[in-house]
C-alpha cells in the first residue's frame, strides 16, 4: 500500500475503533477533532507533517516539506484523499478527508462524532493534496567556501527565483550566501546561508 493508502486507512480505523472519540481538549492518545485526526493519520503512514498541530497552520507546514500542493478550494477538482480546509480564525475553522465518490471522513463536534458522511458544503478555502515524498538525492552540502559545480547550479537558481543578479562562477562568496538567506527567509527555512537537504 502506498503512503496516501496508508493515511486513508489510518484514519478509517480511527473512525472504526471505539477508543477514539471527538474532543478539542485532546486529552488523550483516542481523543482528537478534526485536525489531529487528519494530523495522526499521516504521521502514522509515515508522511512529513513538520510540525502541523492545528487547522490553522496545516496549509504551510504541510506545504513546506515539499510533499504537498496546497490549492483554492473547488469540489469539482477533488482528488481521493484530499484534504478540505477551512479556516477563518480558531473559532470558525474545519478539515476533512475526502474518500472520493462524494464522501468524506470527519471528526465533526460533539454530537456527531467521528464519522465518514457524504460531502456537504462547509465553506472550505483549500485543498492540500499529498504528492508524494521528495526523491531522496544524493547531493553535497553546500556553504560559504564551496567552489563547485552545484554552487554554480544554486547561483541559477537563486538569480531565477528571487531575482539575485549573481555572477555564476561557482564560487559560494558573500553575495550568494546573503541571497540564499534571503531565499530561506522567503520560504520559512531555517536561516543559516547552508544549501543542505531541507534547502
Do not use: W
Request: with cysteine.
Amino acid at each position: 500500500m502506498d503512503k496516501l493508502g496508508e493515511f486513508i486507512t489510518n484514519v478509517l480505523d480511527m473512525i472504526q475503533d471505539k477508543r477514539y472519540y471527538y474532543s478539542m481538549q485532546r486529552e488523550n492518545e483516542f481523543a482528537v477533532d478534526c485536525s489531529s485526526i487528519i494530523i495522526k493519520g499521516l504521521k502514522d503512514a509515515g508522511i512529513n507533517v513538520n510540525g502541523a498541530t492545528y487547522t490553522g497552520n496545516m496549509c504551510q507546514c504541510l506545504k513546506s516539506t515539499g510533499a504537498f500542493l496546497v490549492i483554492p478550494f473547488n469540489y469539482m477538482n477533488a482528488q481521493k484523499g484530499d484534504i478540505f480546509v477551512r479556516h477563518v480564525n480558531n473559532n470558525d475553522a474545519h478539515a476533512v478527508l475526502y474518500l472520493g465518490n462524494g464522501q468524506i471522513a470527519e471528526a465533526c463536534n460533539k454530537k456527531y462524532g467521528l464519522r465518514v458522511t457524504n460531502y456537504y458544503t462547509n465553506r472550505y478555502q483549500y485543498i492540500i493534496r499529498y504528492k508524494g515524498d521528495l526523491p531522496k538525492m544524493n547531493l553535497p552540502t553546500i556553504r560559504k567556501g564551496s567552489k563547485c559545480i552545484e554552487v554554480g547550479f544554486l547561483q541559477l537558481f537563486l538569480n531565477k527565483y528571487i531575482g539575485s543578479r549573481l555572477i555564476i562562477d561557482c564560487d559560494f562568496g558573500p553575495r550568494t550566501a546573503e541571497a540564499l538567506a534571503n531565499f530561506q527567509m522567503r520560504y520559512n527555512l531555517e536561516i543559516d546561508s547552508i544549501c543542505g537537504v531541507k534547502t
